[in-house]
């Protein structure tokens, strides 16, 4: 596997290429991010991953600068499965008018996403898919791929870019990876690596919930709002902080339409100061 760090570096290596296969990530890699890796090289013979800890999406209280860095672990994984290139870059390669003393990126010219990244992840998190959405453009700038993987655990994310590729005309597809799962159902995070040994134990109960939920629908109730409430105040019973227990489209990520049938079940909440996200898609058909 080769190690690019410069944009130039990747323009000269990946300008002959054809039919790129790219998987973006913020590193502190797990299996959760091997499978996309693998997802990706079903499709190309050439697999760019990116690891970088982009810090305009993360707000003022966040955990940018504890966020793990792990990037020998990170490269010894990706040669394990054969990914092609590692695109590492420092952030003044992707903000060029960062400031490492202020920290401040210095991008004046964001990508707006669509209203719903002010909704569920968003309404806690203000700015955070701008920031996505911002870097995850100039990546594909810089990587110029045919196909993009993203896994389906950060839906939401995953929903945003499907619209930015679609909106703005990019001929990239996007794929998209299934959430890959501890034996106890916890999803695959960078940020389980934060929970104490009472919270790991506990964090797999979110899943669980969602998943009484999905029969609750399946077997005929969509009485959405009253579900919502009742499962985020059972895990709040629990110790749990919950930012959003929802039922929604898997289209529009928005309240189902009353005969909708492709929906998706989605949470966040934290356990201590770890938030965890999860969702479960669904028919009802």
Not at 69 to 82: F, P, Y
């Amino acid at each position: 596997m080769e190690i690019i760090t410069s944009a130039e570096a990747l323009r000269a290596r990946l300008a002959d290429h054809r039919g790129i296969a790219f998987v973006p990530t913020m590193g502190n890699l797990h299996e959760g991010h091997l499978s996309l890796v693998r997802l990706a090289k079903q499709h190309s013979q050439t697999v760019v991953v990116s690891i970088f800890v982009n810090p305009l999406q993360f707000g003022k209280n966040e955990d940018l600068e504890n966020y793990p860095r792990t990037l020998d672990a990170d490269i010894s994984k990706l040669t394990e499965v054969d990914a092609s290139i590692l695109f590492a870059p420092e952030v003044g390669i992707l903000y060029p008018d960062y400031d490492p003393v202020t920290r401040e990126t210095g991008q004046t010219m964001l990508v707006t996403p669509p209203p719903i990244a002010n909704q569920l992840c968003g309404a806690s998190r203000p700015g955070h898919f701008d920031g996505v959405a911002t870097v995850v453009l100039k990546l594909f700038n810089l990587v110029r791929p045919d196909i993009a993987v993203f896994g389906k655990k950060d839906f939401q994310q995953l929903h945003i870019i499907r619209e930015l590729v679609r909106q703005f005309n990019i001929p990239i597809t996007i794929m998209a990876g299934e959430t890959e799962r501890e034996a106890d159902g916890l999803a695959m995070s960078s940020r389980n690596g934060y929970l104490n040994a009472g919270q790991r134990i506990e964090a797999p109960r979110l899943y669980k919930t969602l998943q009484v939920a999905v029969r609750n629908i399946q077997q005929g109730n969509r009485d959405f709002a009253a579900l919502e409430r009742d499962t985020s105040a059972y895990l709040t019973q629990l110790g749990w902080i919950v930012d959003y227990i929802a039922i929604r489209s898997e289209r529009t990520l928005l309240a189902p339409l009353p005969h909708e049938s492709g929906l998706i079940a989605l949470g966040a909440a934290r356990l201590g100061q770890t938030r965890l996200i999860d969702n479960i898609q669904f028919r009802t058909d």
